[in-house]
Nanobody, 115 residues
Framework: QVQLVESGGGLVPPGGSLKLSCEAS??????MAWYRQGPGKERELVAL???????IYADSVKGRFIISRDNGKRTLYLQMNMMKPEDTAVYYC???????????WGQGTQVTVSS
């Protein structure tokens, strides 16, 4: 049974940092990604990592966020630095067995950037 469990969300002041984790179980995923959905906005890709493309980032987070994975622990990470109020959103872990396969989603974790 596939299960994705996110953790690490919370409240952080502007300019601060936060690290999200997504622990995957059930199958091995080649492609893992973070999406987010802000208030009144559509869900959008934040960052993606796979064996074909390497890493891909949304323009809005380039230079501030870093996606990484620990294959031994089957865990995906998102290090978020220099955070802005517009980074406020529910962040979702998204995984595919291979690029283009149906995606599995985590339950989401709330990130709020506010003073």
């Amino acid at each position: 049974q596939v299960q994705l469990v996110e953790s690490g969300g919370g409240l952080v002041p502007p300019g601060g940092s936060l690290k999200l984790s997504c622990e995957a179980s059930g199958i091995v995923f080649n492609e893992m990604a973070w999406y987010r959905q802000g208030p009144g906005k559509e869900r959008e890709l934040v960052a993606l990592i796979n064996s074909i493309d390497g890493t891909i980032y949304a323009d809005s987070v380039k230079g501030r966020f870093i996606i990484s994975r620990d294959n031994g622990k089957r865990t995906l990470y998102l290090q978020m630095n220099m955070m802005k109020p517009e980074d406020t959103a529910v962040y979702y872990c998204n995984c595919r067995r291979r690029p283009g396969d149906p995606a599995y989603w985590g339950q989401g974790t709330q990130v709020t950037v506010s003073s």
